[in-house]
């Protein structure tokens, strides 16, 4: 992968994402709970998909592999899903959606849906470390946490390493500065070995662990100390000063 192509990722993504899915039909019979689900509720859902409404999807969304429908259900609706969590849009929620897919065991899907999947998340990911701090909805923290939640986090934590090794400086410090944001965050407490844990809230088996080793990682630590350096004349520079502190603290604590 190179970033330059990971620029245009998401739409094509997403595009895979509704072909990819496309085969699974409405079912009017699906389970669900008569006192939550109503029968109007069930037949709103049989509305072409990009056609159903949004209050209705986020009940759904809610709701799914609990007390409304099944995965063949989930999955008629994922393409609309994601492509609403791509836009951050409210009410659909990023860290709930991902932790319907978990739910759903995702990753014991055909290949082809699980490379579908997998190829959203990497994209969105990009996505928003491509965006400055406070400009993309919804954060990197929170993109992060939905991540953690659908599976391992090695390939997400690569592209990071690859944004923070870029050759285009906009790129390099935009990926400092969301590493920073998650480094300075309060949760996020340097002395504790668990920190990492805090800043996820669903996560897969293994994913606290990934992320306490990125973390704490060598190579982490050299690209936000040259961000640092790169970038002491920058107004946003305090910011990285004080996660690049923060960060060899958890580090020593690591140890």
């Known amino acids: 992968m190179t970033l330059t192509a990971a620029r245009s990722e998401l739409p094509a993504a997403l595009a895979e994402l509704a072909t990819v899915f496309a085969y699974r039909p409405y079912r009017p019979g699906m389970p669900a709970c008569p006192h939550c689900v109503s029968d109007e509720d069930l037949r709103g859902l049989g509305r072409p998909v990009d056609e159903i409404p949004l209050p209705l999807l986020a009940r759904y969304a809610r709701k799914a592999l609990t007390t409304w429908g099944e995965v063949p259900d989930l999955q008629r609706l994922l393409p609309r899903l994601l492509a609403l969590v791509a836009e951050g849009a409210p009410p659909i929620d990023a860290a ?11 990753t014991h899907w055909p290949v082809h849906e699980r ?16 965006s400055p701090p406070g400009a ?18 090695a390939s997400i934590l690569e592209r990071w390493h690859l944004h923070l090794d870029d ?17 300075n965050r309060p949760a996020f407490d340097p002395l ?14 293994g994913a606290v662990e990934q992320l306490s080793s990125w973390l704490a990682g060598s190579t982490t630590a050299i690209q936000l100390a040259r961000a640092v350096y790169d970038f002491v004349q ?5 910011r990285l000063a004080t996660a690049d502190v923060r960060l060899a603290r958890f580090r020593v604590t690591r140890s």
């Open 136 to 153: 993309v909805a919804p954060p990197v923290p929170v993109r992060l946490d939905a991540a953690a939640a659908t599976a391992d986090l």
């Open 96 to 106: 709930v959606v991902a932790a319907k897919l978990a739910r759903g065991g995702w």
């Open 234 to 238: 920058h107004p946003e520079v305090s």
């Open 192 to 205: 504790d070995r668990l920190a990492a844990g805090r800043l996820l809230s669903v996560p897969a088996d």
């Open 115 to 130: 490379e579908a999947v997998s190829a959203f998340f990497g994209a969105w990911w990009d996505d928003g470390l491509r």
């Open 167 to 183: 050759g285009e400086p906009d790129v390099r410090l935009t990926a400092a500065l969301h590493l920073a944001e998650l480094v």
